[in-house]
Each structure stands twice: as C-alpha cells, then as structure tokens.
C-alpha cells in the first residue's frame, strides 16, 4: 500500500495519457504498445495481441505455487465528442474516454509493477488483463476466454469506475449483477403500392407497427413479474412517400436481460412473434438476432470474500464499503465470470463539490482522480487477503 501510494502520481499521469490518446474498439494499436512499453525490462512475461485483438496478458508467477488468479482492466475507447474542460481533453476528434476505461487502465499498471517487484512473496501465479474492445460486441473478453491463456485460473477480479458516490466508496454486488444484451434487426418484407388501393398491396409498414406494439407484450406477459428485461425498438426505418405503401421495412432494437433463464425466454418469444407476424399479415421475414454479451454474474462466495477484505482493510483512503444495486448496462466481463468465479466490483469517483455528475458514456463524463488510488488500493488488498498476506 506504501508503494501504491508513492506512486499516485504516476498513476494519474498514465490516465491523463491515455485519456489525451484515446482509441475505439479494435483500433487500439497505440495504446497496446503503450502499455507494453511499461513492462519492457521487467521480470515478468508478457503475452500481446491474445484474442481477436490487441489483448495484452502479464503473466506474474510467485515465488511458490498456489492458486492463480487474474486482474482485468479494459482500454478502449467510445465514438464521443469529449465536452469536458480539462487541460488532458482528448487529441483525438470524436473519440473519448468516456467510461473510464483510462483509469482502469493506469491503475493496474501500477498495481501489476509493486506486484511484480514482490512477486516471490505471492504463493501462486497472477495473470493481468489488458483487455481490447470491451465497447464494441463480440468484444474482447470472449475472445481472451477462448484462446486458454486463462485456463489455469482459480479466480478473476475486476472493477469499474462509477459516479456514484464520493471517493472512498467501495460497491460490491453478488449474484446477477450487470445486464445481459442482445441486438435484434427485423425486416419485414410486403408488397407495394398506391395508398388509393391497399388491397393490391401488403403494408410491411402496418405489420411492423404490429410489431412493436405486439413485441413489448413479451415483457409484460411472458416474463414472471419478478425478472428484468427490456425490449427497445431503437430504429424503425420505414422512410418513403406519403402516398405509396411501403413494400418492405426495418426494424432495429436492443434487448436486455439480467438472468439466463430470461434470455432465453425473450429470444424464444421474439423468434415465435416474428413466424406469427408473417402468417397474419402474409408477410415475409429475415430475422437477425444477436447474443452480445451475457448477464454478468458475481460468484456469492467470491463476492463476500471481496467484501470481507475490504472491510477488514482499515485502510485511510477506503472510507465506505457497501452493496451497490445490480446495473442495468452490459459489461463484458461476463465471459470470464461464466467460466471462472469471479467478482467485478465498483469504484466510486464522483468529482468533489458536484451533485448530480454526468454519468459512464456522457460527453460531459469526468472523474476526480482520487478514486485512481482507492482501486489500485482496493484491488490490491483484494490480492493480500486472498494470499493472505500481510
């Protein structure tokens, strides 16, 4: 903790790099070498370019075996016109760190060099993740996942920023924990004609309206009043002239979902409505339905180790360690939670003196940088109790 405090500054001076650099999802070339360029030199092996991207894995191995775990930090960025007033604004038009992924990033650099430097007292291996395209579905993680780099971890740890307290605030939430998403595209294929005549016709643009209407009915009676889920027809394009039916259409929306059970009880529905659909208006249509990520899911007993530790850590800088609500956003840290009990935990990092801070994804999205501090701390007390270490 004496050494992550020492090196605050550098902490935040890494953030405020990345966050005047920032690159979207799948283009991260500069800010992987970046980071690689960090652990040049040190005694650690380092793995680039794992998965479908610019993954960067860090293997640290102890001074004995035991068991292995892995700290994950994401690095890209968002499409976003950066409105904030900081002297480290993005260079880079239209792209912005506006999720705090810049953050995450400094923080565990950091962190992963005072681990490296006492490593031999680490009973077991800890592998860092540096993972590319969190924003942007398949993602990163999956990819990361699938290659077996990871295959000999017990446990995988995690955190985000969140403006949703003062610094110092801890969050943990067990069990279902962030939405799961997927991306649907409907079109719906008619027969024009003149709005005189509609029986010579087949309004596609009636059997969409049909649609979204009949499509919320999914929620409202086809999911138990106790589960979660959302169906957002976010696009309907159905643009033409006033006075000619439409011959074809479509549809774009965005489904969310917070079990699995859920998910698979809204992809059923919508693919039954859409069969539907086609024998009552004589329609035809193509249905593109995309499971992006799963809903991310807190091991109970890894998650109240966490906060267990956190609460024992009598640490200055850690004021408050207390249960967050689930969140309604996707996060794809899910596929490592689905295959290693994992914990993905919340930093808060709402700017001091502001009241009602622009939240994760806004132009306006700022942090106080303290909070940099309390993840690099919180994380690492995480890794202490879990090897008990001192």
């Known amino acids: 903790m004496k050494m992550l405090e020492s090196r605050k500054d550098e902490i935040i001076e890494i953030r405020r ?28 092996e380092v793995q680039s370019n794992i998965g479908n991207g610019h993954g960067i894995i860090v293997t640290i191995k102890g001074g004995k075996p035991g068991k292995n775990i892995g700290l994950r930090a994401d690095f890209d960025a968002l499409p ?37 430097q006492l490593k031999e007292e680490i009973t077991g291996t800890i592998k860092i993740i540096h993972q590319h395209a969190e924003e942007v579905p398949p993602g990163g993680a999956k990819s990361i996942v699938d290659s077996g780099v990871l295959d000999d971890l017990d446990n995988i ?11 110092g605030v801890v969050g943990y939430h067990s069990g279902y924990s962030f939405n799961g998403r997927a991306y649907m595209k409907l079109k719906i294929n008619g027969r024009g004609g003149h709005g005189s005549s509609p029986h010579l016709a087949n309004d596609a643009i009636v059997a969409g309206a049909h649609f979204v209407t009949a499509v919320q009915t999914i929620i409202s009676r086809r999911l138990s009043p106790f589960d979660i889920g959302v169906i957002t027809i976010g696009s309907f394009d159905g643009k033409g002239t006033f006075n000619v039916i439409k011959d074809s259409i479509e549809l774009e929306g965005d489904i969310r979902y917070m ?6 009880t809204i992809e059923k529905e ?21 499971n992006d990520y799963p809903p991310l899911y807190n091991d109970p007993a890894v ?16 004021t408050e360690v207390k249960e967050f609500p689930a969140m309604a956003p996707s996060e794809d840290f899910a596929y490592y939670a689905e295959k290693f009990p994992s914990c993905f935990f919340y930093i808060a990092c709402t700017p001091k003196g502001v009241e009602d801070p622009y939240f994760n994804h806004n132009p306006k999205f700022d942090i106080d ?22």
């Not at 993005?90 to 005072?114: F, I, Q, R």
């Not at 109240?304 to 800088?317: F, M």
């Open 259 to 264: 079990t699995f059970e859920t998910k698979a």
């Open 270 to 290: 919508v693919k039954r409505l859409v069969k539907g659909i086609e024998e009552e208006f004589g329609v035809s249509c193509e249905l593109t339905y995309l």
């Open 303 to 318: 998650t109240a180790q966490v906060a267990e530790i956190l609460n024992s850590a009598n640490d200055k800088d850690i």
């Open 157 to 167: 740890f995690g955190i985000h920023l969140l403006p949703m307290g003062p610094v």
């Open 369 to 390: 940088e303290d909070a940099l501090l309390v993840a690099a701390k919180a994380v690492g007390h995480v890794v202490c109790g879990y090897y008990e270490l001192d």
């Open 80 to 116: 976003i016109v950066e409105e904030t007033d900081v002297p480290f604004k993005s260079k880079n038009e239209g792209v912005m760190h506006a999720c705090g992924h810049d953050g995450h990033t400094a923080y565990l650099m950091v962190l992963a060099d005072c681990l490296i």
């Open 17 to 44: 790099h990345l966050h005047e650099n920032p690159e979207l999802s799948f283009q991260e070339e500069k800010t992987a070498q970046y980071i690689l360029d960090f652990y040049k030199g040190k005694d650690v």
